[in-house]
């Protein structure tokens, strides 16, 4: 996501979406993810359904990558997880990392 301005932590990403604060742009990246069993993959982390979500199937670490085709400002990074739902699949440690390819990736917040 995008945004003109700061936005707080723990805003709601798609009311700020409807205002105007903040642009969706997920759907200009290829998005991929290092495993996923089948139909918990890539369609259910991006839908906007709460009960669906992304399921890993195979050792860690587990990586979802967002690649854009071009270079692409990126001030907002929103992710939804849900401890109460489910604690034991509930990440304990969430990396960002951004690069111009795979391989120059550099960590940026922790």
């Known amino acids: ?15 700020l979406e409807r ?6 742009i997920g759907s ?3 998005w991929s993810l290092s495993s996923c069993k089948p139909g918990f993959g890539v369609d259910q982390l991006r839908d906007d359904n709460l009960e669906s ?6 050792s860690q670490p587990y990586l ?7 270079k692409t400002t990126v001030k907002t990074l929103c992710i939804y997880a849900d401890y109460k739902s489910d604690e034991s ?6 990396s ?8 120059n990736l550099q960590e940026i917040r922790a």
């Open 28 to 30: 200009q990246a290829f």
């Open 53 to 58: 979500y992304w399921q890993s199937d195979g």
């Open 1 to 15: 996501m995008t945004t003109p301005n700061k936005t707080s932590p723990g805003a709601d990403p798609k009311q």
């Open 64 to 70: 979802v990558n967002i690649q854009f085709r071009r």
């Open 19 to 24: 205002t105007g604060t903040v642009r969706d």
């Open 96 to 103: 960002a990392k951004v690069g111009n390819n795979f391989h």
């Open 89 to 94: 699949y509930t990440p304990s440690k969430i």
